[in-house]
């Protein structure tokens, strides 16, 4: 809202003469460059807490377990720290985020849709949130309630979402 | 001849004044170095660096052997997530996208051209002052060095964003990092708007890689690590992403076990760097106390400064410029006379809070806080002069 009040300030300021009631339509110093919804798409890996952002895809704890052995144990031997996951996450929605935004780190992202929702599925199997057959998709991720998530206040002290 | 013959005598007085030729100091007795094109700390300041050094842990700077409130460059506290990338600038972008009008792409020198900003502040790590830093090392280095002060250069994020025209809905912006690991941060747009930058220069000259080269998220008293370094993505959005360096890293733990998440603000601090543990007061005589104090919220208003642990209190100085969000230098003198000490400072900024003893923090957050820990810090001066940690 005061944003949207500055832009119109400086745009009247500047006498391109735009109503007090209506959207600045022109950048108000013309500096970069439109940046198209593919160019958008090829940088947005964002997955929110409801979701937001999951891709197409599915998979299940038993793939996830042959993809964490093939993939990740070479950093995280034995998959220790797992069982902590269950406390100290509060959406799992942030797990399928993670992985795919960081892990390996400092290397390309090999891991397709699929395995990050296999990985993630394999994670919450370790540590009990999920049975052994459970399979992950863009519906059922952010439908799971984490047990720790009771925990977690925002800064003004009331629970999370 | 006669007056290049005159002048030597006059400089150096050796014949003049019977000196013997010998008593010249070396560096006097040999061709001077050449200039460095970039110019380094002489060797003799070897033992001033950040510690520990590595690849993923954090580096805390050295506040004991710095003077005044800028830290230098090459001294600021650094903590990265993947290690320091090295991004080449003419190919680095920034994309500022989400419930924008117009979703815009910025090269480095495109920032260069908005209204340049200049300001003088402190970050701090949120796991400053965690008591596990002190059994690495005895020192304020180690109590509180994951903090630190530069003069940082950039666009407004306010000018940016009214660039790309945000959406009167817009609560917050997600900052993702060019690092190895995409890290990101859900920041509140009110707090983004309040003197934040997207700074490109730290202390006159371009960022170093270690502090975001090329662009940086720079949120004034805002905890270190929502300052997104290496910045290649802004998602304006409603509603933070409760990412995983905000979530199941970062949240701050409560005395009844609870974790807060999204305070960001530092709380008001201060800390006494000399004396502090680790050096020794040469022999009775006078001293000067020296400290630095510092605030999220605003301008330090006060520091107070105890030489029996806190049983009487007297104000210090504190020197010019006193500006908000920044370092403020303070001092007291201080006449030692083999009598043991027991030396703490107390901050109290313009917002009217006042920094905590341990004990009082301590009933506040409990006995297990490793982030924003701001409870005062007592050193220990022994009759013979050696500072150690004190209660």
């Known amino acids: 809202m005061r944003l949207r009040l500055v832009a119109m300030a400086l745009a009247a300021a500047a006498g391109l003469g735009a109503a007090p009631t209506q959207a600045v339509q022109t950048a108000p110093l013309g500096i970069g460059r439109t940046a198209s919804a593919a160019d958008v798409a090829a940088w947005d890996v964002d997955v929110t807490r409801d979701g937001t952002g999951l891709p197409a895809g599915s998979g299940t704890a038993s793939d996830g377990a042959r993809i964490f052995a093939a993939q990740c144990a070479r950093c995280h031997a034995g998959g220790s720290g797992l069982a902590r996951i269950r406390t100290s996450w509060p959406y799992a929605t942030s797990l399928f985020d993670y992985i795919r935004r960081a892990m390996p780190p400092n290397r390309a992202k090999p891991l397709a849709a699929g395995e990050v929702y296999a990985l993630t599925a394999y ?29 977690f206040r925002d800064a003004g002290g009331a629970p999370l979402p | 001849m006669r007056r290049l013959s ?159 025209g945000a959406n009167a809905n817009a609560t917050w912006v997600l900052a993702e990092g060019a690092d190895g690991d995409l890290y990101e941060r859900s920041i509140p747009l009110a707090a983004a708007l309040d003197g934040a930058l997207i700074v490109y220069a730290q202390n006159g000259e371009r960022l170093r890689p270690e502090q975001g080269y090329p662009l940086r998220l720079l949120l004034p008293g805002l905890e270190g690590s929502a300052n997104v370094k290496w910045l290649r993505r802004l998602h304006v959005t409603d509603a933070p992403a409760y990412s995983r360096n905000e979530t199941a890293s970062y949240a701050r733990l409560n005395r009844d076990g609870t974790r807060t998440i999204f305070d960001l603000t530092m709380d008001v601090k201060s800390v006494v760097t000399t004396p502090s543990a680790g050096q020794r007061l040469a022999g009775r005589g006078a001293y000067e106390i020296r400290g630095l104090a510092w605030s999220g919220h605003g301008r330090i208003a006060a520091v107070d400064v105890t030489l029996d642990d806190g049983a009487t209190w007297q104000p210090a100085a504190l020197h010019d410029p006193v500006l908000p969000k920044a370092f403020t230098r303070f001092s007291m003198p201080l006449r030692f006379d083999g009598s043991e000490l027991r030396v703490a400072s107390r901050a109290r900024d313009d917002a009217g809070r006042v920094q905590p003893t341990a004990a009082e923090f301590a009933a506040l957050r409990g006995l297990d806080a ?22």
């Open chain 1, 123 to 151: 994670i919450l199997l370790k540590s009990r949130v999920l049975q052994e057959n459970a399979s992950l998709d863009a519906r059922t991720l952010p439908a799971i309630a984490m047990p720790g998530k009771a925990a």
């Open chain 2, 6 to 164: 005159f002048l030597k005598a006059t400089v150096f007085g050796a014949t003049a004044f019977g000196a013997e030729p010998s008593a010249l100091p070396p560096a006097m007795l040999a061709d001077g170095n050449a200039v460095a094109a970039y110019g380094v700390p002489s060797p003799f300041e070897a033992d001033v660096v950040r510690r520990p050094s590595g690849l993923l842990s954090p580096a805390l700077t050295p506040l004991g052997d710095l003077t005044g409130t800028i830290t230098p460059s090459g001294l600021c506290f650094t903590r990265n997530h993947a290690g320091v990338p090295q991004i080449d600038p003419h190919a680095h972008r920034l994309l500022v996208h989400g419930l924008v009008r117009r979703p815009l792409t910025f090269t480095v020198a495109d920032l260069l051209r908005f209204p340049a900003v200049t300001r003088t502040h402190f970050l701090e790590c949120a796991g400053n002052g965690a008591p596990g830093w002190q059994q690495l090392g005895a020192t304020v280095q180690f109590s509180h060095g994951l903090a630190s002060n530069c003069e940082w250069t950039g666009a407004a994020l306010r000018d940016v964003l009214e660039e790309a």
């Open chain 2, 370 to 391: 490793t982030y924003h820990v701001n409870a005062i810090q007592t050193w220990r001066v022994a009759a013979d002069g050696a500072v150690s940690l004190g209660s």
